[in-house]
C-alpha cells in the first residue's frame, strides 16, 4: 500500500501549492501498484482458506475499489493535501485489518503491515508512520474478532512466490524515489550554494565569498611566493548615470562592466562586487601585468554601450596594490588598494593608480 509524496511545507508558497494539489495523482499510481501486488499473495491465501465470499469482495473493495475512491475523495475536497493524509491512514488500516483476514499466515501478513508503516517512514512526513499505528492495531483487533483470532501462520511455497514481486517492486520504488529526492536534494543544495556566494545583479561573487577568495590568494602568497595584485575598481559619476538614465540603466551599467572584469581579468582571477558600484579583484599576478590588465579593463569600459541608452559613456577609476613579501592581512592589501583608488578617483577619474611595486606594513 504505497503512499510516497513529499513532506508538507507551509511556508513554499504559490508553487508548493499547485504541488499539493498535484499530490492525490501521483499517490494514485503507487497505490495501484500497492494494491494490484499485494492482491495474489492475499487471493492465494483466501483460497487456501476456504474463506467466505465476503472476504473476497473485500479484496476486490480494497485492491480495485479503494485506490478509485481515495483518488476522487483527495481531488474533490478543498484541502488535497489533508484529504491524502487521511487516505494514507486508511491504507495502513487496510494492510492491519487483512491480517487477521489471512489468520495471521506469517509472511504476507508481515510483508503488508511492513509495506504499510515502511511507506508512512519514507513519505516523509514527520510521525505519520507513528500516527497510523493506532488505526493499524485497531484493525487488526476488529479482524481478529470477525475471524476468532484464528492463527495459521504457515506460508506456503505459492503464497511465497506470489510474495516477490511486491517485495522486489516496492524495494525497487522506494529506492528509486529516495534517489530522485536525493538528487533533488543535492541540486537545491547546489544551488544555495552558488546563491550564498553570488552577487544577484552581477553574477561576480559576492563581498564575502570574494573576501575569502582573496584572503585564500594572499595566503598562497605568503607561503609559496607567488605574485598577488589586488585591484579596486569603482565607476565614476554612477550616481549622475542613475539620476539622468534612471537605475534600470545604472544595473545595466553594472553587469555590462561585471561582464568585461569576469572576461578581461583571467580565469584564474577572484572578481566580486564589493557593493554598490564597486568592484574587486584579486589577481595572480605581478604589478606589472595587473597594470596592463587594468588598462585594457579602463579601455573596454570606455567603449561600452547599453541597446537601452545609446547615448551613455561611463568610466572606471582603477586602484592596484601590489602584495609584499611580509605577512600582511587582506584588510592592509585593500586598504592600500582604496588609496590608490582614492588618488584615481581624485586626480581626474578615467584612470588607474598603483600603490607601488611592493607593499610593506607600516613601521610601528
Same mark, same amino acid.
Given at each position: 500500500?504505497?503512499?510516497?509524496?513529499?513532506?508538507?511545507?507551509?511556508?513554499?508558497?504559490?508553487?508548493?501549492?499547485?504541488?499539493?494539489h498535484l499530490?492525490?495523482?501521483?499517490?494514485?499510481?503507487?497505490?495501484?501498484?500497492?494494491?494490484?501486488?499485494?492482491?495474489p499473495?492475499?487471493?492465494?491465501?483466501?483460497?487456501?482458506?476456504?474463506?467466505?465470499?465476503?472476504?473476497?469482495?473485500?479484496?476486490?473493495?480494497?485492491?480495485?475499489?479503494?485506490?478509485?475512491?481515495?483518488?476522487v475523495?483527495?481531488?474533490?475536497?478543498?484541502?488535497?493535501?489533508?484529504?491524502?493524509?487521511?487516505?494514507?491512514?486508511?491504507d495502513?488500516?487496510?494492510?492491519?485489518?487483512?491480517?487477521?483476514?489471512?489468520?495471521?499466515?506469517?509472511?504476507p501478513?508481515?510483508?503488508?503491515?511492513?509495506v504499510?508503516?515502511?511507506?508512512?517512514?519514507n513519505?516523509?512526513?514527520?510521525?505519520l508512520?507513528?500516527?497510523?499505528?493506532?488505526?493499524?492495531?485497531?484493525?487488526?483487533?476488529?479482524?481478529?474478532l470477525?475471524?476468532?483470532?484464528?492463527?495459521?501462520?504457515?506460508t506456503?511455497?505459492?503464497?511465497?512466490?506470489?510474495?516477490?514481486?511486491?517485495m522486489?517492486v516496492?524495494?525497487?520504488?522506494v529506492?528509486?524515489?529516495?534517489?530522485?529526492?536525493v538528487?533533488?536534494?543535492?541540486?537545491?543544495?547546489?544551488?544555495?550554494?552558488?546563491?550564498?556566494?553570488?552577487?544577484?545583479l /552581477?553574477? !561576480?561573487?559576492? =563581498?564575502?565569498?570574494?573576501?575569502?577568495?582573496?584572503? $585564500? *590568494?594572499?595566503q598562497?602568497? #605568503?607561503?609559496?611566493?607567488?605574485?598577488?595584485?589586488?585591484?579596486?575598481?569603482?565607476?565614476?559619476?554612477?550616481k549622475?548615470?542613475?539620476?539622468?538614465?534612471?537605475?534600470?540603466?545604472?544595473?545595466?551599467?553594472?553587469?555590462?562592466?561585471?561582464?568585461?572584469l569576469r572576461?578581461?581579468?583571467?580565469?584564474?582571477?577572484?572578481?566580486g562586487?564589493?557593493?554598490?558600484?564597486?568592484f574587486?579583484?584579486a589577481?595572480?599576478?605581478?604589478?606589472?601585468e595587473?597594470?596592463?590588465v587594468?588598462?585594457?579593463?579602463?579601455?573596454?569600459?570606455?567603449?561600452?554601450?547599453?541597446?537601452?541608452?545609446?547615448?551613455?559613456?561611463?568610466?572606471?577609476?582603477?586602484?592596484?596594490?601590489?602584495?609584499g613579501? /611580509?605577512? !600582511?592581512g587582506? =584588510?592592509?592589501?585593500?586598504?592600500?588598494a582604496?588609496? $590608490? *583608488?582614492?588618488?584615481?578617483? #581624485?586626480?581626474?577619474?578615467?584612470?588607474?593608480?598603483?600603490?607601488?611595486?611592493s607593499?610593506?606594513?607600516?613601521?610601528a
Amino acid at each position: 500500500m504505497r503512499d510516497d509524496h513529499p513532506p508538507r511545507n507551509p511556508e513554499a508558497g504559490t508553487a508548493r501549492l499547485s504541488d499539493l494539489h498535484l499530490l492525490p495523482r501521483r499517490v494514485y499510481r503507487f497505490r495501484m501498484l500497492g494494491m494490484g501486488l499485494g492482491a495474489p499473495p492475499i487471493a492465494l491465501v483466501l483460497q487456501e482458506l476456504g474463506a467466505p465470499m465476503w472476504t473476497w469482495a473485500w479484496l476486490l473493495v480494497t485492491c480495485l475499489v479503494w485506490p478509485q475512491v481515495a483518488y476522487v475523495i483527495a481531488r474533490r475536497s478543498a484541502s488535497p493535501f489533508d484529504a491524502e493524509l487521511r487516505n494514507l491512514m486508511a491504507d495502513s488500516m487496510i494492510a492491519g485489518l487483512w491480517a487477521p483476514l489471512m489468520h495471521f499466515t506469517a509472511l504476507p501478513s508481515a510483508l503488508l503491515v511492513t509495506v504499510a508503516t515502511a511507506d508512512k517512514i519514507n513519505s516523509g512526513i514527520r510521525g505519520l508512520w507513528l500516527r497510523s499505528l493506532p488505526g493499524m492495531f485497531l484493525a487488526v483487533l476488529v479482524g481478529g474478532l470477525l475471524t476468532g483470532f484464528a492463527f495459521r501462520p504457515e506460508t506456503s511455497l505459492p503464497v511465497l512466490l506470489a510474495c516477490l514481486p511486491i517485495m522486489i517492486v516496492h524495494t525497487l520504488a522506494v529506492s528509486l524515489a529516495s534517489y530522485q529526492l536525493v538528487r533533488k536534494v543535492q541540486a537545491q543544495n547546489r544551488r544555495l550554494d552558488e546563491l550564498s556566494r553570488t552577487d544577484v545583479l /552581477t553574477g !561576480l561573487d559576492n =563581498r564575502r565569498h570574494w573576501q575569502d577568495q582573496a584572503e $585564500a *590568494l594572499l595566503q598562497r602568497h #605568503h607561503r609559496e611566493g607567488r605574485p598577488a595584485t589586488l585591484m579596486l575598481v569603482d565607476v565614476d559619476l554612477f550616481k549622475q548615470i542613475n539620476d539622468r538614465h534612471g537605475h534600470a540603466a545604472g544595473d545595466d551599467v553594472l553587469r555590462g562592466i561585471a561582464a568585461l572584469l569576469r572576461r578581461g581579468a583571467g580565469p584564474q582571477a577572484r572578481v566580486g562586487r564589493l557593493g554598490g558600484d564597486e568592484f574587486a579583484l584579486a589577481l595572480p599576478v605581478g604589478i606589472a601585468e595587473a597594470e596592463h590588465v587594468a588598462e585594457q579593463l579602463r579601455a573596454g569600459v570606455e567603449q561600452l554601450r547599453l541597446a537601452d541608452a545609446p547615448a551613455l559613456r561611463c568610466s572606471i577609476s582603477l586602484g592596484l596594490a601590489e602584495a609584499g613579501p /611580509t605577512h !600582511l592581512g587582506l =584588510r592592509e592589501w585593500s586598504e592600500a588598494a582604496d588609496k $590608490a *583608488l582614492y588618488r584615481a578617483k #581624485h586626480g581626474g577619474r578615467n584612470q588607474l593608480v598603483r600603490q607601488g611595486d611592493s607593499l610593506e606594513p607600516d613601521p610601528a
